[in-house]
């Protein structure tokens, strides 16, 4: 069974990350979580990413803030698809981030999504949809989210248009 490994630099991305495990779960995809940094702990980190690869981890999704290194320090050790999810932390609220995960040198991708809890979220649906070229009880799950995300902007159509009236 194919499974992702989230990482993250701190115990203080969690909450952001939180958004990342709730989707999954919703899509029955599994994973691990853990705290490992590029900077505060590196062999850790490399360790795990061998350790991961080893057992089957499909991708891997990793959160970082301000000096954001650990998207791409994975991404140095591994052909697995890497996402970056840049954290809103410290004083320039994650834009620093941002830079940091995104602006990869050529042939050391790290797909890097939104700052913050919507690329949280969208890490998620991203890992779900590689898994999915493979896995067609992810994509359906995927499909049948996708049609209850597009009911729900109906429905707040049709209520603000009760309410206009019209
Ligand atoms: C990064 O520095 C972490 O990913 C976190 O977003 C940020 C701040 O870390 P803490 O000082 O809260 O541990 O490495």
């Known amino acids: 069974?194919?499974?992702?490994?989230?990482?993250?630099?701190?115990?203080?991305?969690?909450?952001?990350?939180?958004?990342?495990?709730?989707?999954?779960?919703?899509?029955?995809?599994?994973?691990?979580?853990?705290?490992?940094?590029?900077?505060?702990?590196?062999?850790?980190?490399?360790?795990?990413?061998?350790?991961?690869?080893?057992?089957?981890?499909?991708?891997?999704?990793?959160?970082?803030?301000m000096a954001a290194h650990l998207a791409g320090a994975v991404a140095a050790r591994t052909i697995r698809p890497v996402i970056g999810v840049p954290i809103d932390s410290g004083p320039l609220s994650g834009f620093d981030a941002l830079l940091s995960t995104v602006q990869m040198p050529g042939g050391i991708p790290v797909a890097t999504v939104a700052v913050g809890k919507s690329g949280a979220k969208n890490a998620a649906y991203l890992a779900a949809q590689i898994l999915a070229v493979s896995d067609a009880t992810i994509a359906e799950k995927l499909r049948a989210d996708r049609h209850d995300n597009g009911a729900k902007v109906q429905a707040q159509n049709e209520r603000l248009q009760n309410e206009l009236g019209s």
């Not at 990350?17 to 899509?27: D, N, P, Y």
């Not at 900077?39 to 990793?62: K, N």
């Open 1 to 65: 069974m194919s499974w992702i490994a989230i990482l993250m630099g701190s115990a203080s991305d969690w909450p952001t990350m939180q958004g990342t495990t709730e989707v999954l779960e919703r899509l029955g995809v599994d994973y691990e979580v853990k705290i490992t940094s590029a900077h505060r702990t590196p062999q850790a980190t490399m360790d795990y990413v061998v350790d991961a690869q080893g057992r089957g981890a499909a991708a891997f999704i990793c959160a970082a803030g």
